[in-house]
């Protein structure tokens, strides 16, 4: 198969290095191609130079590669309409349409899409004022919990204690003006799970649940960040989980999504809270999680290819069910200096041949870029080290060693990823 994958950080060298048969199977023989990807991602497949936020170029470039299949991993250029361009070329895309990316594109919407559908999630307000957020701040009482309705790449949430931080917060997504709207919600307290279900449109699979470490610091300390570390299995889940997921919570998302005529065709990322009143629905996402695909895919035994094209073509009820690895993966994001505030770029990274020799470890890029045949941090995430091992601990100690091995001045890496288990 040809296919194409368009983005370019750590979870997309996840996504391709799964295709070309993972970190040490057998090799798969697919024609890959990536746009921009990384230097990473150059090991396995051709790069293509584009700005992923044109869909017109994506599609253009799919169509002039004559690809079997496209793979679109970030929410920007889904929410731009990628994967729409894709397939008025002709070509079948893993991703939805701009319209059914709108669940991660817009947190009113997706609100009200759980609504229709039944879906157990937080109560929320939908505010175009401060005065509304105020009301709906001291309706719901702190923790206050505050969402930009728009994308904002993991940094749009706040959730504090403090009244006039929370204010402050809706004041500031508000001032952009325009339609701009705010999501005050309920506190959802309980552990966090990111279950990824593939959907053809009807049919759901889901795939095996990670935990995500969202905080820039240890103890979940310090800002909110796209994700510092995660892992899978989770062994401390509740046996049913899944199931209770799927039946709940993805099923019927996908069905109100098709009953809307936007069928969702891709990744329906649940990011769910696990309270004592139940599953919760704390957000969905429109794409694969990162970092949570790059433990999720390191642990999957079926051939990532032809389910990705099974779901890009309506046909996931045809596919064998998936086969996983009885193992554990963790990985550990390491930062560039500032991340998630202003980032420093260009400094040199070395030890990263000598981490993925280490037996359970690879590494994948994510911000790094080569100048003068010189490895450097070009963004904030910069690697996503993955370990895996028999069980949690042995990996988390391979992602670790493997993070030692590292140099990059000033980068930063939490030191407690996987370290403990929620107890339910
Ligand atoms: P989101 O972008 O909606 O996933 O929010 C980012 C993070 O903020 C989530 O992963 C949670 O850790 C936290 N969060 C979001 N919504 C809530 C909520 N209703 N209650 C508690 N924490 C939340
Ligand atoms: N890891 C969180 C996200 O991908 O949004």
Redesign the pocket.
């Given at each position: 198969m040809k296919i194409l994958v368009i983005g370019s950080g750590a979870r997309e060298h996840a996504v391709v290095l799964a295709l070309a048969g993972g970190p040490d199977g057998t090799p798969t023989g697919h024609e890959l191609h990536a746009a921009p990807g990384n230097p990473g991602i150059a090991a396995h497949a051709r790069l293509h130079a584009l700005d992923p936020m044109h869909p017109v170029a994506v599609g253009d470039l799919a169509a002039r590669l004559e690809v079997d299949l496209v793979v679109v991993g970030p929410e920007g250029p889904l929410v731009a309409g990628a994967a729409d361009a894709v397939r008025a070329a002709g070509i079948p895309c893993f991703g939805p349409s701009a319209a059914a990316a709108a669940l991660e594109g817009s947190?009113a919407f997706a609100k009200d899409v759980m609504a229709a559908a039944g879906v157990p999630t937080?109560m929320a307000h939908v505010c175009t004022t401060p005065d509304e957020v105020a009301d709906a701040l001291d309706a719901f009482g702190a923790?206050y919990?505050v969402?930009d309705d728009g994308l904002a790449a993991?940094k749009?949430?706040v959730?504090t204690s403090d009244r006039a931080e929370a204010l402050a917060h809706g004041a500031a997504c508000l001032a952009r003006g325009g339609d701009a709207q705010v999501v005050v919600?309920?506190?959802?307290?309980g552990p966090?799970v990111s279950l990824f279900c593939l959907s053809d449109g009807s049919t759901v699979v889901p795939l095996a649940p990670a935990q995500?470490f969202?905080r820039a610091h240890d103890g979940d300390e310090g800002p909110?960040t796209g994700g510092m570390g995660a892992y899978s299995p989770l062994p401390w889940a509740p046996a049913g989980l899944v199931d209770e997921v799927l039946e709940r919570v993805a099923q019927p998302t996908v069905d109100e999504m098709r009953h809307r005529g936007t069928p969702f065709v891709g990744v329906l990322y649940c990011?769910l809270?696990l309270t004592g009143r139940g599953v919760r629905v704390?957000?969905f996402n429109a794409r694969f999680g990162d970092p949570e695909t790059q433990v999720v895919l390191a642990r999957l035994a079926s051939p990532l290819a032809d389910e990705l094209l099974a779901a890009a073509t309506g046909r996931l009820d045809q596919q064998p069910r998936l086969r996983w690895r009885d193992d554990a993966a963790v990985t550990v994001v390491v930062a560039a200096h500032g991340y998630p505030a202003t980032v420093r770029t260009g400094d040199p990274i070395s030890g990263v041949d000598d981490a993925d020799a280490l037996p359970g470890v690879h590494v994948l890029h994510a911000g790094t870029a080569t100048v003068d045949d010189a490895l450097v941090s070009a963004g904030g995430r910069v690697l996503s080290v993955v370990g895996r091992g028999p069980d949690v601990e042995a990996a988390r100690a391979a992602a670790y060693a493997g993070v030692d091995r590292i140099a990059l001045e000033g980068s930063h890496h939490r030191g407690d990823i996987a370290a403990r288990m929620p107890e339910l």
């Amino acid at each position: 198969m040809k296919i194409l994958v368009i983005g370019s950080g750590a979870r997309e060298h996840a996504v391709v290095l799964a295709l070309a048969g993972g970190p040490d199977g057998t090799p798969t023989g697919h024609e890959l191609h990536a746009a921009p990807g990384n230097p990473g991602i150059a090991a396995h497949a051709r790069l293509h130079a584009l700005d992923p936020m044109h869909p017109v170029a994506v599609g253009d470039l799919a169509a002039r590669l004559e690809v079997d299949l496209v793979v679109v991993g970030p929410e920007g250029p889904l929410v731009a309409g990628a994967a729409d361009a894709v397939r008025a070329a002709g070509i079948p895309c893993f991703g939805p349409s701009a319209a059914a990316a709108a669940l991660e594109g817009s947190k009113a919407f997706a609100k009200d899409v759980m609504a229709a559908a039944g879906v157990p999630t937080a109560m929320a307000h939908v505010c175009t004022t401060p005065d509304e957020v105020a009301d709906a701040l001291d309706a719901f009482g702190a923790p206050y919990v505050v969402k930009d309705d728009g994308l904002a790449a993991g940094k749009g949430v706040v959730v504090t204690s403090d009244r006039a931080e929370a204010l402050a917060h809706g004041a500031a997504c508000l001032a952009r003006g325009g339609d701009a709207q705010v999501v005050v919600e309920e506190y959802l307290d309980g552990p966090e799970v990111s279950l990824f279900c593939l959907s053809d449109g009807s049919t759901v699979v889901p795939l095996a649940p990670a935990q995500d470490f969202k905080r820039a610091h240890d103890g979940d300390e310090g800002p909110n960040t796209g994700g510092m570390g995660a892992y899978s299995p989770l062994p401390w889940a509740p046996a049913g989980l899944v199931d209770e997921v799927l039946e709940r919570v993805a099923q019927p998302t996908v069905d109100e999504m098709r009953h809307r005529g936007t069928p969702f065709v891709g990744v329906l990322y649940c990011g769910l809270a696990l309270t004592g009143r139940g599953v919760r629905v704390v957000e969905f996402n429109a794409r694969f999680g990162d970092p949570e695909t790059q433990v999720v895919l390191a642990r999957l035994a079926s051939p990532l290819a032809d389910e990705l094209l099974a779901a890009a073509t309506g046909r996931l009820d045809q596919q064998p069910r998936l086969r996983w690895r009885d193992d554990a993966a963790v990985t550990v994001v390491v930062a560039a200096h500032g991340y998630p505030a202003t980032v420093r770029t260009g400094d040199p990274i070395s030890g990263v041949d000598d981490a993925d020799a280490l037996p359970g470890v690879h590494v994948l890029h994510a911000g790094t870029a080569t100048v003068d045949d010189a490895l450097v941090s070009a963004g904030g995430r910069v690697l996503s080290v993955v370990g895996r091992g028999p069980d949690v601990e042995a990996a988390r100690a391979a992602a670790y060693a493997g993070v030692d091995r590292i140099a990059l001045e000033g980068s930063h890496h939490r030191g407690d990823i996987a370290a403990r288990m929620p107890e339910l």
